[in-house]
């Protein structure tokens, strides 16, 4: 599945050099500091190949004593471990498409560090966030931070980009402004509603959605969503 053997040279040239020199942003999904994404998601519509994608955001630390800041260079996608490293933990996207047609867009971590915030590295796993152009919903507990990241590009017979694959690292942590809550078992799922359903070019708009859990069972959230 992640093979590029049969890719051949220059197209893939051509493809990694679009990554390194693109100037803008093509749009952001990032939390407010202090917040992690605790889940990460991509919807399909009848106008959209790829789908929409919407960032979840929980408070792990206060606002004020946490930094944020992209990667120095946007990720190659060549399977190599990148993304946030040591104590600090992924906070959110830039994104970069890098086809029109299917929508396929690199996902550029924004990683962010707090003294509050110790991250276990000797207990972190990796998984499998998504398989080539389906839908997919990953989220992790309440003790958990997305840090690592991995990416390969996926292409068709005809050697086009049709989608990235992503693997992401997964970590304990412990912070000392915001201990983990320990909700009932018999507690829903929150589920927060974020804006408007489908754009004027019938796509889904992106969405980024802070949620805060509230004993016992209740959740507060804000959305913020825009159409492409």
């Known amino acids: 599945m992640?093979?590029?053997?049969?890719?051949?040279?220059?197209?893939?040239?051509?493809?990694?050099l679009s990554i390194a020199f693109c100037a803008d942003i093509d749009f952001a999904l990032i939390c407010d500091k202090g917040y992690r994404v605790s889940a990460i998601k991509r919807a399909k519509t009848a106008?959209?190949?790829?789908?929409?994608?919407?960032?979840?955001?929980?408070?792990?630390?206060?606002?004020?004593?946490?930094?944020?800041?992209?990667?120095q260079s946007v990720p190659k996608c060549t399977g190599l471990l990148e993304g946030?490293?040591?104590?600090?933990?992924?906070?959110?996207?830039?994104?970069?498409?890098?086809?029109?047609t299917t929508q396929a867009a690199v996902l550029d971590p924004v990683c962010c560090s707090s003294p509050s915030v110790q991250i276990d590295s000797g207990s972190c796993i990796n998984d499998q966030l998504n398989t080539g152009t389906h839908d997919f919903?990953?989220?992790?507990?309440?003790?958990?931070?997305?840090?690592?990241?991995?990416?390969?590009?996926q292409y068709d017979k005809k050697a086009k980009l049709v989608d990235l694959l992503w693997k992401t690292e997964i970590c304990p942590f412990q912070s000392s402004d915001f201990p983990v809550i320990t909700r009932k078992t018999d507690c829903e799922e929150c589920s927060c509603e974020c804006g408007i359903e489908q754009c004027s070019n019938g796509a889904s708009p992106v969405r980024v959605i802070h949620k805060q859990m509230l004993?016992?069972?209740a959740c507060d959230c804000t959305c913020t969503f825009k159409c492409l």
Do not use: K, M
């Not at 093979?3 to 220059?10: E, K, T, V």
């Not at 106008?47 to 800041?69: K, P």
């Not at 994104?95 to 029109?100: A, G, K, M, P």
């Open 84 to 100: 946030c490293t040591g104590n600090t933990w992924l906070g959110g996207f830039h994104v970069y498409l890098l086809e029109n």
């Open 47 to 71: 106008y959209s190949l790829l789908g929409s994608l919407t960032v979840e955001c929980e408070q792990i630390a206060l606002g004020e004593s946490t930094n944020c800041a992209p990667q």
């Open 215 to 217: 004993l016992p069972c």
């Open 2 to 16: 992640h093979s590029q053997a049969s890719i051949p040279s220059l197209f893939l040239l051509t493809t990694l």
């Open 137 to 153: 919903s990953h989220s992790i507990v309440a003790d958990l931070v997305y840090r690592g990241w991995q990416c390969w590009h």
